[in-house]
């Protein structure tokens, strides 16, 4: 099992690690940054569709519903095409108002959970069409669906769920792309751009992950902690609840994510001197709004850690503790900003004594409702 683990202590650290090669595996082959062009094999083929899809709907659970929302901001920024996110637990069983017209992205990582299936065979009842977006080739869901493209993360054992998480939402980063090539919604110019710097973020996934001795020393302040709210606004709030996910799933801490403008209409009773408070402060269009957020949190004396962006100065006067991750465009915030909130939960579950790979109560795929 040492040898499947690849030297590290779990699963779940080795697939943290592993995100610099998947995410470079998801990207590869489909992008062409000198040409601005985004290639997506089983998408490209419905291009027509998609041309003129009135709105967009994803399904999906738990992480993979998180990075269906990270998809929102995209697809709606860059291609300008409305989107919807349900839990596919909720949208089977609503009666929802679905279409010919309709695409329905499912995303899994294990294409085998039962509510998104459900999800899937209902919207396909219905004529929409369906895109998939997996990670285990050959599951049920991709072979439920119309089209779709994998993620390429290779197997995930944790059973919470990181580099699937990652590579998903670079998938849906192509896809947006894809859409926003087709419609013409993004210049060639901006595209190649856009690629370019995308090329570029598994190199800067690795800068993130060495700041692991530090998220260490912060993670033995907080490992005691009862509570952690997670705050971030845009695609940062996504960030945040996939952090704050990630946390109570192996840890058992509390967590909550919550938009961080938010707070001020409930969480921020739970603020006091005990209470930490994650926030996801980069240098992006709401920095200026996530600082007066910090200010607010301060002001009640909770204890802040923020993600920031390198070379950051001001948030740093502010809060007790500050991780930084490279700069980026905010298109990608979203997978530089989780890294260190993967190092965090799982370095807290280590000192907990939690059993990382295998939570309590928790199984690697939902097959059952
Ligand atoms: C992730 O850490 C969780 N264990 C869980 O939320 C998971 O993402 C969810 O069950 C969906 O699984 P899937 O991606 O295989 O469909």
Request: hydrophobic share 40%; with cysteine; proline share 4%.
């Amino acid at each position: 099992e040492m040898l499947e683990k690849g030297g590290y202590d779990h699963f779940m650290l080795k697939e943290i690690y592993e995100q610099p090669r998947s995410v470079r595996d998801c990207l590869r082959g489909r992008i062409y940054p000198n040409e601005g062009r985004v290639q997506l094999g089983g998408i490209s083929e419905f291009a027509h569709k998609l041309k003129n899809v009135d709105r967009i709907i994803i399904v999906a659970c738990g992480t993979s519903w998180h990075a269906g929302l990270v998809g929102e901001y995209l697809i709606e920024e860059y291609s300008r095409i409305p989107v919807e996110v349900e839990y596919a637990s909720e949208f089977r069983y609503r009666n929802p108002i679905i279409t010919e017209k309709d695409v329905v992205i499912a995303i899994s990582q294990s294409g085998e959970t039962a509510d998104t299936m459900a999800a899937i065979e209902m919207a396909k009842e219905k004529g929409a069409t369906i895109f998939g977006v997996c990670n285990v080739v050959g599951a049920s869901i991709p072979r439920l669906t119309h089209a779709g493209a994998y993620t390429h993360a290779g197997p995930e054992i944790g059973v919470a769920s990181t580099k699937a998480f990652t590579a998903q939402v670079t998938v849906l980063t192509l896809i947006a792309f894809h859409l926003a090539q087709q419609k013409g919604t993004l210049t060639s110019s901006k595209l190649a751009e856009l690629l370019t710097e995308l090329d570029n973020i598994p190199q800067k996934i690795e800068k993130a992950l060495e700041s692991e001795s530090l998220i260490k020393e912060i993670s033995a302040k907080f490992k005691d902690s009862r509570n952690c709210l997670f705050l971030g606004r845009g695609s940062g709030f996504p960030v945040a609840l996939e952090g704050a996910l990630k946390l109570k799933e192996i840890s058992y801490i509390h967590a909550e994510g919550y938009p961080a403008a938010e707070m001020k209409h409930g969480p921020i009773a739970l603020i006091d001197e005990e209470m930490p408070v994650v926030v996801i402060a980069t240098k992006n269009s709401s920095y200026e709004k996530v600082i007066s957020n910090i200010q607010e949190v301060k002001a009640r004396k909770g204890i802040v850690l923020a993600i920031v962006t390198e070379g950051d100065t001001e948030v740093r006067k502010m809060a007790d503790y500050c991780i930084e991750i490279p700069d980026a465009s905010e298109a990608f915030l979203p997978l530089l900003a989780t890294i260190p909130l993967q190092l965090l939960s799982y370095h807290i579950a280590v000192m907990r004594g939690c059993n990382v790979d295998q939570p309590r109560n928790l199984a690697k795929s939902v097959t059952v409702e």
